[in-house]
Each structure stands twice: as structure tokens, then as C-alpha cells.
């Protein structure tokens, strides 16, 4: 079995909200997590919970996968 791989997790508040310095800063940490694991856990993007189950809300989902959109697509 292949061994698990470290997920960065990068907070996405100061790319939102911070100066030029600290947005440099976002980005190049998301350029290492994606150049070195492939994947990235994105935190603090400014979407509400609420609104992202909304979207959840859209497509059939089993818990693992988008099964089909709830319009039939």
C-alpha cells in the first residue's frame, strides 16, 4: 500500500485581506503545496458553511461522489 502523503493546509485569509507582501506569501505557499503533494486543504476563503451546503445542495451526492446534478444533467 503506498504511504500516505502530508496535505498542506493553507489559509486563504491573508491572500482575501492582507497587503501585497502577505498575498505573495499565500500564493507561494500554494505553489509548494501544489508542486510538492499535488493537493492543497484551502481554509478561511470566505465562503460561508452555509452557503457552501447550499451548493453541496445542487448535485446528488453520495458522501464520496457527484452521483449527477439534481436538474438531471
Known amino acids: 500500500?503506498?504511504?500516505?502523503?502530508?496535505?498542506?493546509?493553507?489559509?486563504?485569509?491573508?491572500?482575501?485581506?492582507?497587503d501585497d507582501a502577505e498575498k505573495r506569501a499565500v500564493a507561494k505557499q500554494l505553489y509548494e503545496a501544489f508542486s510538492t503533494v499535488g493537493w492543497v486543504y484551502l481554509k478561511?476563503?470566505?465562503?460561508?458553511p452555509e452557503r457552501i451546503e447550499e451548493i453541496f445542495g445542487l448535485v446528488c451526492w453520495d458522501g464520496n461522489y457527484v452521483l449527477a446534478f439534481a436538474d438531471g444533467r
Not at 44 to 48: E, H, R, T, V
Open 1 to 18: 500500500m503506498a504511504e500516505a502523503a502530508d496535505i498542506a493546509i493553507v489559509s486563504f485569509d491573508k491572500f482575501i485581506n492582507g
Open 44 to 48: 478561511d476563503f470566505g465562503i460561508p
